[in-house]
């Protein structure tokens, strides 16, 4: 089957991807208004982007009428935001989390979460998540749609501190399976990890004897 995504609409050209792109991982992400109050959202495209610096990005999309989310207003403001990793023990909040909260209301403190100061910015992390990354904006970029009206506001930030519960460390590695983080599915769907499996990588020179092994 062969599908033209510029005959299609937007929402169609949305289901084929996130049922391609999948597991996707979750940033929860807090941010702070210019007046204090902490919002907190999820945004499954979210990715690493360098590792020196540490960067990460989401994509944002935004509302009808071309109106910025409260996240990146936020972020465009303060420069700065959190970004959690979402596991098994608090996706159920997270998930609630996503209510369309006024803007005046703190999406973390009406779903139960704890906020806890964070070490280099001001914007305060999630006590319950098992790993925290403190994040200064690098940019953003406007993606998609026309010049007057983007489809989606993709972050950029650079991580300057990470919080990682002790017992998920061993020699610099965090334990997956202590992690156990959630994965973004199609529509109301998520993941666990599941099986895990282990591939070497293969010198040239391996790859010959192999295939030579094989034939």
């Known amino acids: 089957m062969q599908i033209d ?34 919002n907190a959202a999820p945004f499954s495209f979210f ?6 610096p540490p960067m990460v990005s989401i994509s944002v999309g935004r509302k009808p009428g071309n109106v910025q989310k409260d996240t990146t207003r936020n972020i465009a403001e303060t420069k700065e935001f959190v970004v959690h990793v979402v596991d098994g023990e608090n996706v159920e909040r997270v998930n609630q ?5 006024p803007p005046d209301k703190s999406e973390a403190e009406e779903v139960g979460f704890d906020l806890v100061p964070s070490v280099k910015i001001q914007t305060p992390r999630i006590a319950q998540a098992k790993v925290q990354m403190e994040c200064v904006l690098d940019r ?76």
């Open 5 to 38: 995504p510029q005959q299609q609409s937007r929402h169609e050209n949305y289901k084929l991807l996130i049922g391609s792109v999948l597991p996707r991982p979750i940033a929860f992400v807090t941010s702070r208004s210019g007046d204090g109050v902490v």
């Open 140 to 215: 953003i970029l406007p993606m998609g749609g026309t010049p007057d009206a983007p489809n989606t506001d993709l972050i950029i930030g650079q991580v300057v501190m990470f919080h990682v519960r002790d017992d998920l460390l061993e020699e610099g590695r965090i334990d997956t399976r202590l992690l156990d983080p959630i994965g973004r599915l199609a529509g109301t769907s998520y993941s666990t990890i599941g099986r895990t499996f282990s591939l070497p990588r293969l010198s040239y020179e391996e790859w010959q004897q192999r295939k030579r092994e094989q034939e």
């Open 97 to 101: 989390t996503a209510v369309d909260f």
């Open 47 to 52: 990715t690493v982007v360098s590792t020196q």
